[in-house]
């Protein structure tokens, strides 16, 4: 079964100081991994899409990368702004266009 | 680009009274739209796909005659809550899909919070 898993659920910050989100995922061919950014009582802010092993993206503080098995969202020095809660999802190379969503990071980052 | 809107941002009615929330693509076309639902400190649930011009797709659990979903054109899909009761009150979310060369993009609406009294 396709699933997608995110750790760890809430992660407190201090200002400037750099961490990771981890996204594992399970599915019967991956056609795009998918980070997202939400904001509390918004919608999902598109950040990156990431099609195959080794790829990387960056904007800003944020970097994306891809293995075979999970995909992590670095983010470095981070400031107050970034606290949001970051959502991962796989679309399955199995006909569908759905998107399978794990159940995010809350990030805060304190000043 | 790939800006997505919804209407109302917010809404509160009645039970029993129904409801419409409307999704636009505003810089693109979208064949297929996505209607989810999100209750608070939740991931998303996707609801239903739609697709331009046939009848929507609906996820196991949902009800298709409760919530009515038309996608009347390349850039509209709008959502009716019939028959709305407290427990329909939630955060509901569309999005709209850019496809790409071997992926598709989802775009998401800013939400609608639906509160039924």
């Known amino acids: 079964e396709d699933q997608v898993t995110q750790s760890p659920e809430a992660l407190r910050l201090q200002e400037g100081e750099s961490s990771s989100l981890n996204c594992s995922y399970t599915v019967s061919g991956l056609r795009g991994l998918f980070w997202y950014r939400q904001d509390p009582g918004k919608g999902p802010e598109f950040l990156f899409t990431?099609?195959?092993a080794g790829e990387e993206k960056e904007k800003e503080r944020l970097k994306a990368t891809l293995t075979k098995k999970e995909s992590f969202l670095h983010i470095t020095a981070p400031k107050p702004e970034d606290s949001a809660t970051y959502l991962c999802a796989v679309q399955a190379a199995s006909g569908t266009y759905k998107y399978i969503f794990g159940t995010g990071t809350r990030l805060k980052v304190l000043a | 680009g790939a800006v997505v809107s919804q209407h109302p941002s917010w809404v509160i009615c009645k039970s029993g009274t129904s409801v419409k929330i409307e999704c636009r693509s505003l810089?693109?076309?979208?064949?297929?739209m996505f209607w989810y639902r999100q209750f608070p400190k939740q991931s998303l649930m996707l609801m239903a796909t739609s697709n331009e011009g046939s009848k929507a797709t609906y996820e196991q659990g949902v009800e298709k005659d409760k919530f009515l979903i038309n996608h009347a054109s390349l850039t509209l899909s709008t959502l009716t809550v019939t028959s709305a009761h407290p427990e329909d009150s939630s955060f509901y979310i569309c999005?709209?899909?850019?496809?790409?060369?071997?992926?598709?993009?989802?775009?998401f609406g800013p939400g609608t919070r639906l509160t039924v009294l």
């Open positions: 990431l099609y195959s």
């Open positions: 999005s709209a899909t850019v496809r790409g060369r071997s992926t598709d993009t989802q775009y």
């Open positions: 810089d693109f076309q979208a064949t297929t």
